[in-house]
Nanobody, 123 residues
Framework: QVQLVESGGGLVQAGGSLRLACAAS????????MGWFRQAPGKEREFVAA????????RYADSVKGRFTISRDNAKNTVYLQMNSLKPEDTAVYYCAARPLADATNDQNYDYWGQGTQVTVSS
């Protein structure tokens, strides 16, 4: 069982930056791939970024490539999402998720989810 708690969301102006964190409970965090997803009002949840269990492989949605960076610190049981050059269309609730070993872009492949953190980007 893995429990996930996101933090770091908030209100920021377009062009600004935020860093989200997702703290995981349990001693097996280092064996889980982690993903970030987001859901805007009236839209379906979409993939943002993922990182494998070792941190050696990352994936990004085209819409965030070059602006967002996913990373993890297995010693702290935490995964991060550094978001730069934020745009109003990045406004959404951001969720972190966990699955064993290999990263994935499909939310159906993830077993554990956090409660989400709101990110609002004003124009």
């Amino acid at each position: 069982q893995v429990q996930l708690v996101e933090s770091g969301g908030g209100l920021v102006q377009a062009g600004g930056s935020l860093r989200l964190a997702c703290a995981a409970s349990g001693r097996t965090f280092s064996t889980y791939a982690m993903g970030w997803f987001r859901q805007a009002p009236g839209k379906e949840r979409e993939f943002v970024a993922a990182i494998n269990w070792r941190g050696s492989s990352t994936r990004y949605a085209d819409s965030v490539k070059g602006r967002f960076t996913i990373s993890r610190d297995n010693a702290k049981n935490t995964v991060y999402l550094q978001m730069n050059s934020l745009k109003p269309e990045d406004t959404a609730v951001y969720y972190c998720a966990a699955r064993p070993l290999a990263d994935a872009t499909n939310d159906q492949n993830y077993d554990y989810w956090g409660q989400g953190t709101q990110v609002t980007v004003s124009s």
